[in-house]
């Protein structure tokens, strides 16, 4: 998979690095901004409240 | 077993070159298998990362944003006079040496979208809670433990006598923590009530409620401390706090 793309990103292997090193700071990007913050809630690590068990219903 | 007889005999009449390739394929396969799976790992590192440091980047400087905010309409004369309470931007700041952690700024509501910013919140529901000025009452406050500022991380390093100070515009309320539960249900709510027997008070007086999850990093239990105030000081010219704090 990454073989693959990296076989199909142009240039020298200078120029892949520099385009691959964009690639993931841009998909670490993404994940930061909007999937983490999508999938936070999802997931039952921070809770703090006590209520009656209508969380899930907010 | 019958099976691997039948896949020999059309090994053995497919092409030379058919069964080398057919292992290629397959090594292609599980190369992408675990490329995905190191992928997976890496993302939830990351996540990880995210959850317990770049939250609380984000939450720090908006709850320091919005400290500064309410600090400075406490400095600027009101021109209407004494207002109604509030409450948008938060009502005061909470200060626990215990948790050695600053000054925590209390806003209304115990929703993540409030919480996120890494403040306090008083509760609204399921029980609406107190405020300090109130003359009896539970003041019911809710903080994250990780992430999000994490401002009640060390809700574990508080005992009984250690003082818990709100501050706002004009008044510093001294509270004491006179009883900790370190592991409740998360659907204790009684906890939240005006008078809390579970702290072993029986009678109504002006308390306050710490709340968070427990244990540190996930939030299967809640963990609840109980003040109770000791007194109230004038908040002066220089807003020289209680000797509390310093």
């Not at chain 2, 019958?2 to 397959?26: F, K, L, Q, W, Y």
């Amino acid at each position: 998979m990454y073989g693959w793309i990296w076989r199909h990103l142009p240039g020298n292997t200078w120029v892949k690095a520099l385009i691959s090193l964009v690639l993931v700071l841009a998909v670490v990007f993404v994940l930061f901004q909007y999937v983490f913050p999508w999938a936070e809630p999802l997931l039952p690590f921070n809770d703090v409240t006590v209520d009656q068990g209508m969380a899930a219903v907010r | 077993m019958t099976a691997t007889g039948h896949d020999e005999d059309i090994e053995r009449s497919a092409p030379p070159n058919r069964p080398r390739r057919m292992r290629r394929s397959v090594a292609a396969v599980f190369s992408v298998l675990g490329e995905l799976l190191i992928t997976a790992g890496l993302i939830l590192g990351l996540f990880v990362a995210y959850s317990l440091w770049w939250t609380n980047v984000l939450a720090d400087r908006a709850a320091d944003k919005q400290g500064d905010e309410v600090r400075r309409h406490w400095a600027a004369p009101s021109p209407k006079g004494p207002g109604k309470l509030d409450t948008k931007d938060g009502i005061g700041f909470l200060h626990v040496p215990a948790m050695k952690n600053g000054e925590v700024l209390v806003k209304k509501g115990t929703g993540s979208e409030i919480l996120n910013e890494g403040v306090a919140g008083y509760y609204t529901k399921p029980l609406a809670s107190a405020l300090p000025q109130d003359k009896k009452g539970n003041f019911t406050l809710a903080a994250h433990r990780d992430g999000h500022g994490a401002k009640f991380h060390n809700i574990d390093k508080l005992r009984e006598g250690d003082p818990i100070v709100f501050e706002t515009k004009d008044t510093w309320y001294v509270y004491k923590v006179y009883a900790v539960l370190d592991q409740t249900s998360k659907y204790n709510v009684d906890v939240l009530d005006r008078v809390p027997k579970e702290s072993g008070k029986h009678q109504a007086g002006r308390y306050i409620t710490l709340t968070t999850c427990t244990p540190v990093y996930t939030s299967n239990f809640r963990y609840i401390v109980w003040g109770e105030l000791d007194r109230t000081e004038k908040v002066d010219a220089d807003r020289t706090p209680p000797k509390e704090l310093r």
